[in-house]
């Protein structure tokens, strides 16, 4: 969208119109224009714009003074000074205009709200272009907000972007979890106390409700909030007004309430678990959020954000090979962009300033045609091993199939012809016996394809990424 947000042209000069809206898309920049009234009639209900006004059935001085939450450029001398007002355009050039938009943002910050929007909310699938579409409509109003949505969503980032769009965003943004807190402790936590009000209380506090005036409260999982405390929360919400534990004095609660949960709410009320006119209370204007999962595509925008984020304070760079990112697109994601997250942080540490193929993901992340492999583990490890060995085979026959028996005394014949080694009575190192039988067959299967890492995974039937971990594991090289 480029760096000025988006822009509202309002012109009845259809050539002027059309060449600015041609030299705003060479900019890059995001626009909508229209005739007189009607383009008019969308400032009313759009995020802040810079707008520009040419010939419009409304005095440029009453739009001016009717919605100052937008930054206004003239495209006709006047006579008036206004703090939202950026300028007159002379002359309809790239050169004149990009200064004035900049100005414009000076002027009336909230015009680039829409761009970090943008890049706050990253995604442009269906599923998050509506979660974009509620938020705008909901940040300017006053009503409370409920956040559905499974952990690792980014609820938390989606009660930022409405904080930050809202009439209260110069106030402050306050996140309270309230599953994270014992029972006993959430009051005081919300609403503070006094001094002497329990033990320990030897000074006054002041509670998250107090710390978000003029701002936002967020209330994470909710639905852990215990049943004493929804009744608390609901008088606070219902009278606008609250006490300090050991307190008597009422405070005022000029607080915009956004609450979130993973939980399914209805059946928790269904439960006797959380309070129905609470949930009421709470669920004025409800946003679902979509998991990951449903969301594939925004996946490579998630990907080149996060990397960015990482990058400073990593001290390296990164990047993904088109492989690498198809296999993440499969991976059904149970934690969501906070696993995604989680796993840049990882790459970065394992291959700092490398391109991150295929290969270089955790097993879990390497998916094709849909499957991934499972986690590794040791004994896992040794099933894979013997699978490698002997074809494949699955557990039950591979004895049968492979007539291999390990035996004492003279019965041995069956083992030489694999030569392995007998078990005596002194036992033996099943894992290392495991582990130098596969290397050799690795080293085997290598030799004969020509270190061709295809082919040699294709001779020991086990995938090729599967290969490359084992050739990891063990330094193997592939120069052969």
């Given at each position: 969208m480029g760096s000025f947000g988006s822009v509202l042209i309002i012109d009845n000069d259809d050539e002027r119109r059309t060449r600015l809206e041609a030299i705003l898309s060479f900019m890059q920049v995001h626009w909508q224009s229209g005739l007189g009234r009607d383009a008019a009639g969308q400032l009313g209900q759009s995020m802040p714009l810079t707008v520009l006004v040419g010939q419009s059935p409304l005095p440029l001085a009453e739009l001016v003074a009717a919605y100052p939450q937008h930054a206004f450029i003239t495209l006709e001398p006047v006579g008036l000074n206004a703090a939202n007002l950026a300028g007159c355009l002379r002359r309809l050039t790239y050169h004149e205009l990009t200064p004035l938009l900049h100005r414009a943002r000076q002027l009336h910050p909230?015009?680039?709200?829409?761009?970090?929007?943008?890049?706050?909310?990253?995604g442009q699938c269906p599923a998050m272009k509506e979660v974009k579409g509620l938020l705008r409509q909901v940040a300017g109003k006053q009503a409370n907000v409920l956040l559905l949505g499974e952990s690792g969503t980014g609820k938390e980032v989606i009660a930022q972007a409405i904080h930050m769009l809202s009439q209260q965003a110069e106030g402050p943004f306050v996140p309270i979890n309230c599953g994270a807190i014992p029972a006993e402790l959430l009051e005081s936590e919300l609403f503070g106390h006094e001094k002497g009000a329990f033990t320990g209380a030897v000074s006054s506090r002041k509670g998250r409700f107090e710390l978000a005036e003029g701002?936002?409260?967020?209330?994470?999982?909710?639905?852990?909030?215990?049943?004493?405390?929804?009744?608390?929360?609901l008088r606070v919400l219902q009278e606008r007004t609250f006490e300090r534990?050991?307190?008597?004095?009422?405070?005022?609660?000029?607080?915009?309430?956004?609450?979130?949960?993973?939980?399914?709410?209805?059946?928790?009320?269904?439960?006797?678990?959380?309070?129905?006119?609470?949930y009421y209370r709470l669920n004025v204007f409800p946003i679902q959020v979509p998991p990951l999962r449903e969301r594939r595509e925004d996946i490579p925008l998630l990907l080149a954000e996060l990397v960015q984020r990482h990058r400073e304070g990593q001290g390296a760079d990164l990047s993904f090979t088109p492989a690498a990112v198809a296999s993440l697109q499969q991976y059904p994601w149970p934690g969501n962009v906070r696993e995604l997250s989680n796993l840049v942080e990882r790459m970065f540490i394992l291959c700092p300033n490398q391109r991150v193929d295929l290969a270089d993901l955790p097993p879990?992340?390497?998916?094709?045609?849909?499957?991934?492999?499972?986690?590794?583990?040791e004994e896992q490890d040794e099933r894979e091993a013997l699978a490698a060995m002997f074809g494949g085979a699955d557990d039950d026959a591979f004895a049968e199939e492979n007539r291999v028996f390990f035996e004492f005394g003279d019965e041995a014949e069956?083992?030489?012809?694999?030569?392995?080694?007998?078990l005596t009575a002194e036992g033996i190192n099943?894992?290392?016996?495991?582990?130098?039988?596969?290397?050799?067959?690795?080293?085997q299967a290598l030799d004969a394809s020509d270190g061709v890492v295809a082919r040699a995974a294709e001779q020991l039937g086990m995938r090729r990424t599967t290969l490359v971990e084992k050739m990891k594991k063990y330094g193997i090289g592939r120069d052969f």
């Open positions: 909230a015009v680039g709200r829409e761009q970090q929007l943008q890049r706050f909310l990253i701002g936002t409260l967020f209330l994470d999982e909710i639905g852990d909030m215990p049943l004493p405390m929804q009744v608390k929360l534990v050991g307190g008597t004095r009422p405070i005022q609660a000029n607080v915009r309430v956004i609450a979130a949960t993973h939980r399914d709410l209805e059946q928790m009320i269904r439960e006797q678990r959380f309070r129905e006119d609470l879990r992340y390497r998916c094709l045609n849909g499957e991934c492999e499972a986690p590794a583990s069956e083992a030489d012809e694999l030569r392995l080694p007998r099943l894992k290392e016996m495991l582990a130098s039988i596969e290397i050799d067959l690795i080293t």
